[in-house]
């Protein structure tokens, strides 16, 4: 996979996980671990993706 085909994947998976967040806090029944589980994943998707995009730039 080249670089750009990983960065375009790699924002596909941050706005999946953005969609599953918000999905999981419009439910009746909250479960913060899975909601603290997803933002953590998103947060590790979103520096990978920073590294990416800075390594490209250069």
């Given at each position: 996979?080249?670089?750009?085909?990983h960065?375009?994947?790699?924002?596909?998976?941050?706005?999946?996980?953005?969609?599953?967040?918000?999905?999981?806090?419009?439910?009746?029944q909250?479960?913060?671990?899975?909601?603290?589980?997803?933002?953590?994943?998103?947060?590790?998707?979103?520096?990978?993706?920073?590294?990416?995009?800075?390594?490209?730039?250069?």
């Amino acid at each position: 996979m080249t670089t750009e085909g990983h960065i375009a994947a790699l924002e596909r998976r941050h706005q999946e996980l953005d969609r599953q967040i918000q999905s999981e806090l419009q439910s009746r029944q909250v479960d913060d671990l899975m909601v603290s589980a997803l933002k953590r994943k998103k947060l590790e998707v979103k520096d990978e993706l920073s590294k990416l995009q800075g390594a490209t730039r250069q």
